[in-house]
């Protein structure tokens, strides 16, 4: 049996510029947020996808919730707020399908979600996946960090993408404590070559401090340059496929929604994962799958939509 794969945190509408453009921009909205993508991901893999999470009671709200219905997510945690309205993300890429964000998401409504929201059996053996979107500001942060806890107390593998958006944090506010706390709290963290320099330099000791600090696997990338991954006792490198890059709004969440897939299907829950990481056939087979899933959705636009179904990739 699979073991259900939960994404906590933000949803929102990527507003994403139409390419080639000339005079005003014109925008698509495409629903998104990172760990929505990571859901919606797993689900069109055909695994087994929940989302936690909270958006307005608004059209956009709406869109989210019926389009990740759509693609076969459990949303019967995913709840909607009169409260505030739900966030969006402004999107234009360049010419090498890189994208520059401006985020509308002062007081919206995934900021607004508390951990006594989800139920208290919600989280149990399962795969929780989060990324640092919701550590931005304090109130959401303590939430985020609390459920993190509770997903680990109940015998949930705990996985973290940083994911590291700098406008996403106000001037002044430093990013790097919350999110070392967060990878900390992690067995599999995710983060970029760009991200991990950028928030922490190159301090060739930070991979040994995060693997005694107890990440249980640690996962380096590097766009189209090979990746890394480490464990206690070990690592290995792995290239990514070539592809032709379109538009990477969605790369590392389809990357992260491939391994979790294959975490899931393989039943391999907190009591089975630091066996399962060193066993490195297993591992690299894993991440080979996961590395197809980002290649494929970088190949084309958009966010849900980009994402891989099952058939592309042999299942």
């Given at each position: 049996?699979?073991?259900?794969v939960?994404?906590?945190?933000?949803?929102?509408?990527?507003?994403?510029?139409?390419?080639g453009?000339?005079g005003?921009?014109s925008?698509?909205?495409?629903?998104?947020?990172?760990?929505?993508?990571?859901?919606?991901?797993?689900?069109?893999l055909?695994?087994?996808?929940?989302?936690?999470?909270?958006?307005?009671?608004?059209?956009?709200?709406d869109?989210?919730?019926?389009?990740?219905?759509?693609?076969g997510?459990?949303?019967?945690?995913?709840?909607?707020?009169?409260?505030?309205?739900?966030?969006?993300a402004?999107v234009?890429?360049?010419?090498?399908?890189?994208?520059?964000?401006?985020?509308y998401r002062?007081?919206?409504a995934?900021?607004?979600?508390?951990?006594?929201?989800?139920?208290?059996?919600?989280?149990?053996d399962?795969?929780?996946?989060?990324?640092?979107?919701?550590?931005t500001e304090?109130?959401?942060?303590?939430?985020?960090?609390?459920?993190?806890?509770?997903?680990?107390?109940?015998?949930?593998?705990v996985?973290?993408?940083?994911?590291y958006?700098?406008?996403?944090?106000a001037?002044?506010?430093?990013?790097?404590?919350?999110?070392?706390?967060?990878?900390?709290a992690?067995?599999?963290?995710?983060?970029?070559?760009?991200?991990?320099?950028?928030?922490?330099?190159?301090?060739?000791?930070?991979?040994?401090?995060?693997?005694?600090?107890?990440v249980?696997?640690?996962?380096?990338?590097d766009?189209?340059?090979?990746?890394?991954?480490?464990?206690?006792?070990?690592?290995?490198?792995?290239n990514?496929?070539?592809?032709?890059?379109?538009?990477?709004?969605a790369?590392?969440?389809?990357?992260?929604?491939?391994?979790l897939?294959?975490?899931?299907?393989?039943?391999v829950?907190?009591a089975?994962?630091?066996?399962?990481?060193?066993?490195?056939?297993?591992?690299?087979?894993?991440?080979?799958?996961?590395?197809?899933?980002?290649?494929?959705?970088v190949?084309?636009?958009?966010?849900?939509e980009?994402l891989?179904?099952?058939?592309?990739?042999?299942?």
């Amino acid at each position: 049996m699979s073991v259900k794969v939960i994404a906590f945190g933000e949803a929102l509408i990527d507003m994403l510029a139409k390419p080639g453009q000339a005079g005003p921009a014109s925008f698509v909205a495409h629903p998104g947020g990172a760990p929505a993508n990571v859901a919606v991901g797993v689900a069109k893999l055909g695994g087994n996808a929940s989302f936690l999470g909270q958006v307005g009671q608004d059209m956009f709200g709406d869109t989210l919730v019926q389009t990740m219905q759509q693609f076969g997510v459990d949303t019967s945690q995913f709840v909607q707020t009169a409260a505030a309205m739900t966030a969006l993300a402004f999107v234009s890429l360049d010419a090498e399908g890189e994208r520059s964000f401006a985020f509308y998401r002062d007081r919206s409504a995934d900021l607004l979600y508390r951990a006594e929201q989800c139920p208290q059996d919600f989280l149990q053996d399962a795969l929780f996946h989060s990324c640092s979107n919701t550590l931005t500001e304090a109130a959401i942060r303590e939430q985020h960090l609390v459920l993190m806890q509770r997903a680990h107390d109940s015998g949930a593998v705990v996985s973290f993408d940083v994911n590291y958006r700098h406008n996403l944090w106000a001037e002044g506010v430093d990013a790097r404590e919350p999110i070392w706390q967060a990878m900390l709290a992690s067995d599999l963290v995710k983060i970029s070559r760009e991200e991990l320099e950028a928030l922490y330099g190159k301090d060739p000791s930070l991979v040994a401090k995060l693997l005694d600090g107890g990440v249980t696997l640690l996962l380096i990338t590097d766009g189209g340059e090979p990746m890394e991954a480490h464990w206690a006792g070990g690592s290995l490198r792995l290239n990514p496929p070539a592809t032709q890059v379109l538009d990477s709004t969605a790369a590392g969440d389809s990357f992260v929604a491939g391994l979790l897939y294959q975490l899931s299907t393989q039943s391999v829950g907190a009591a089975k994962f630091g066996d399962w990481v060193r066993e490195e056939t297993s591992l690299r087979s894993a991440l080979e799958f996961a590395s197809r899933c980002g290649a494929l959705t970088v190949s084309r636009y958009g966010a849900f939509e980009a994402l891989p179904v099952g058939s592309e990739l042999g299942l």
